[in-house]
């Protein structure tokens, strides 16, 4: 057993079974033995991301957070806030762009970088400390109260928000709950934890078949909502795999979308090593844009990263993918990585970027310039 596993049987037998939400919160976020509390080096053995294949993914990104500053009316101060910022990879990315290629941007930007790991947030503010030092970024723990003109971005971080398992049993919703007997956990149903789960689906219109299994993401629900709560103007840009209701809860999810990662593979053996590999279910974009309604933020659109990146990155042929003095070699493969990220086969299918504002008027974004 696992430190973690251990903690967890013994926390099972005082008080008994857990929500699978509490199960998967205390696998990824532990303090001292989640997932995400491990060295960084450790997840490149389990996954990688966008952000790990090129920097042409933050360079873009980059190119559409100046284009909603001028869309604001070129406010002095846009605070960009990218949760989740691990150790700060996709925020040098969009910093050494902004400097070097968009300078009245970069000069107005003060970039917030989240990350609720206090280690991986003291490598963030070691990686970012020449912008720091010039007054165009922060590394912090914990979300920004009020931000008054700006964006909340987020890349691969709803996914990995705490879910609740439900099962459509004798025509009502029962919970999945995690027991433990013997250092073995297992699952057992049991009556709902809170009626806010039977609201979720409700609310979406969505009623499950006989024996399917679900999720609720009630987090990422909260989350949104009060992101929209603590944004006063400007956009919530959110990139992550998933679906629209509709398609999230048909025939063919009839067993859920929680899947566990570990040695670049997928499976659904998700009791295997509590807090060392890790544990996703797919987004529903379908709640995040009616929560967020509930936090003042309206759905400017719901596209695929490769149209998203295409719309962006057509404007100038690409340019951003090159840096001076590439050799030709360094140029195809450069091309390469990019198809990686756009191809249907690749990223690009995958990956869905939700954008949703809070100001006056509707917003005209290149990167939704497909829709």
Same mark, same amino acid.
């Given at each position: ?213 679900? +999720?609720?993401? /009630?987090? %990422? ?10 944004? &006063? !103007? @400007?956009?919530?840009? =959110? ?36 807090? +060392?590999?890790? /544990?996703? %279910? ?10 967020? &309604? !509930? @936090?003042?933020?309206? =759905? ?72």
């Amino acid at each position: 057993m696992t430190p973690l596993a251990e903690l967890l049987a013994e926390r099972i037998r005082r008080f008994g079974p857990i929500t699978f939400a509490e199960y998967m919160r205390e696998c990824l976020y532990h303090p001292v033995y989640g997932y995400y509390s491990q060295p960084e080096a450790r997840k490149f053995a389990d996954y990688y991301t966008s952000v790990d294949v090129h920097a042409i993914f933050g360079r873009l990104l980059a190119r559409q957070f100046a284009e909603m500053r001028e869309q604001l009316g070129r406010p002095r101060e846009f605070r960009l806030v990218e949760a989740a910022a691990g150790t700060g990879r996709l925020a040098g990315q969009i910093l050494d762009f902004a400097e070097a290629q968009l300078p009245e941007f970069y000069g107005a930007l003060r970039y917030v970088a989240v990350e609720r790991s206090p280690a991986r947030c003291e490598q963030l503010a070691g990686r970012l400390a020449r912008h720091a030092s010039r007054q165009h970024c922060e590394a912090r723990i914990d979300m920004p109260g009020k931000i008054e003109v700006g964006c909340v971005f987020s890349n691969e971080l709803l996914d990995a928000l705490p879910v609740h398992r439900v099962a459509q049993e004798n025509g009502a919703l029962r919970e999945i709950f995690v027991a433990s007997e013997g250092g073995n956990f297992s699952e057992v149903r049991l009556p709902l934890s809170t009626c806010a789960i039977s609201e979720y689906f409700a609310a979406q219109n969505i009623a499950l078949i006989e024996g399917q299994q679900a +999720e609720a993401g /009630l987090e %990422a629900c909260d989350w949104i909502s009060e992101i929209g709560r603590r944004l &006063e !103007r @400007g956009f919530v840009l =959110t990139i992550d795999y998933g679906h629209e209701a509709a398609d999230l809860f048909d025939e063919h999810h009839m067993a859920g979308t929680v899947l566990a990662y570990a040695n670049h593979r997928a499976s659904e053996d998700w009791f295997a090593a509590p807090g +060392e590999q890790d /544990l996703t %279910a797919h987004v529903n974009f379908t709640a995040l844009r009616l929560w967020g &309604e !509930r @936090g003042g933020l309206r =759905t400017l659109g719901l596209v695929s990263q490769t149209a998203f990146l295409l719309a962006l990155g057509q404007r100038n042929e690409f340019a951003d993918l090159y840096d001076g003095g590439m050799s030709e070699a360094e140029r195809v493969r450069a091309r390469l990585q990019l198809k990686t990220l756009i191809y249907p086969e690749g990223m690009g299918e995958r990956f869905q970027v939700l954008v949703q504002q809070k100001s006056e008027a509707s917003a005209k974004l290149t990167g939704l310039s497909g829709i």
